[in-house]
């Protein structure tokens, strides 16, 4: 990572470092530069660079969240553990 002098820090390749957000009974929100990868190491395809990753664990779109957590309000894991 790489300090833009203003207070910024920028990746190799010029982009921000990614930032998760934890959405409450959400999901995930991953930011900026990552590379998101199955166990062995295969990468996984994205749209963007911006992800939503299931936390409930309903999603049929894991390991992206399909807002599957919405029907059981409460349960998406907003706290640690």
């Given at each position: 990572?790489?300090?833009t002098g203003k207070g910024?820090?920028?990746?190799?390749?010029?982009e921000?470092?990614?930032?998760?957000?934890p959405?409450?009974?959400g999901p995930l929100i991953v930011?900026?530069?990552?590379e998101l990868c199955e166990l062995d190491?295969?990468?996984i395809p994205r749209s963007g660079k911006t992800v939503a990753l299931c936390r409930c664990g309903r999603s049929a779109l894991k390991?992206?969240?399909d807002g599957s957590h919405k029907l059981a309000a409460g349960n998406g894991?907003?706290?640690p553990g």
């Open positions: 990572m790489l300090a910024e820090f920028m990746t190799e390749f010029g921000p470092p990614a930032t998760i957000t959405y409450p009974d930011r900026g530069a990552f190491g295969t990468p390991p992206f969240c894991r907003s706290g």
